[in-house]
Each structure stands twice: as structure tokens, then as C-alpha cells.
């Protein structure tokens, strides 16, 4: 068992930047990636990029290259999810997520769900 709590999100004005934190507990941490996804209103939830506990490996899709940054902090536990250059399209709940799969740095489907901060982008 995994247990997840994201925060960092809120209202920022496009163009600003917006570090998402997501704190993860539970059993053998190191053996799990841990992904971020988003949702936006009446769309489907994307996954945006993961990193490894164990080596910190990372993935960005390349949707979002370049602005957004996957990183995690082994003493806090603590996985980061950087978003700069905010769109207005980026307006959505992101989750973070963890799963025990090699692939899941990839995306797919997770085990373990945080429950989502609200990221507002506006113009």
C-alpha cells in the first residue's frame, strides 16, 4: 500500500510558473514509480511524466517537454511536479500516482492515487 497526498496547486496567471508536491508513505517506496497525470474539465486524464524512486529516472511526454520537470527528494519522500510557462490549457485537477510496474514511467494504468490538486491557469 502507497498513500499519496499532493499539494502545490492553486490559481496562477499564464506565463507564471507553479511547482506541484505530491508525499508519498508506505512500504518499500523504492521499488514503485510515481507518475503525474492531469485531467481537464470533459477531457480524459493524460499522464504528463514519472520518475523512478530507485535511480530517479525520469519521463516527460513530450505534450509538455520543455515546461514541465519531474523531481523527487529521497529525504522528504517527496516527488515535484515543476510547470512553467502556464497555459491556459493547462487548467486541470493533477494527480500523482505510483505503481510498482517497470513500464510506468511510460504511463499506463496505476495502482495508487493521490486525490488531486486544482491547478487554475488564467489569462
Known amino acids: 500500500q502507497v498513500q499519496l497526498v499532493e499539494s502545490g496547486g492553486g490559481l496562477v496567471q499564464a506565463g507564471g510558473s507553479l511547482r506541484l508536491s505530491c508525499t508519498a508513505s508506505g512500504h518499500d517506496l523504492n521499488s514503485y514509480t510515481m507518475g503525474w497525470f492531469r485531467q481537464a474539465p470533459g477531457k480524459e486524464r493524460e499522464f504528463v511524466g514519472g520518475?523512478?524512486?530507485?535511480?530517479?529516472?525520469?519521463n516527460v511526454e513530450d505534450s509538455v517537454k520543455g515546461r514541465f520537470t519531474v523531481s523527487k527528494d529521497d529525504a522528504k519522500s517527496t516527488v515535484y511536479l515543476l510547470i512553467t510557462n502556464l497555459k491556459f490549457e493547462d487548467t486541470a485537477v493533477y494527480s500523482c500516482a505510483a505503481d510498482s510496474r517497470f513500464t510506468a514511467l511510460f504511463g499506463g494504468k496505476y495502482a495508487y492515487w493521490g486525490q488531486g490538486t486544482q491547478v487554475t491557469v488564467s489569462s
Open positions: 520518475i523512478r524512486w530507485h535511480g530517479g529516472s525520469a
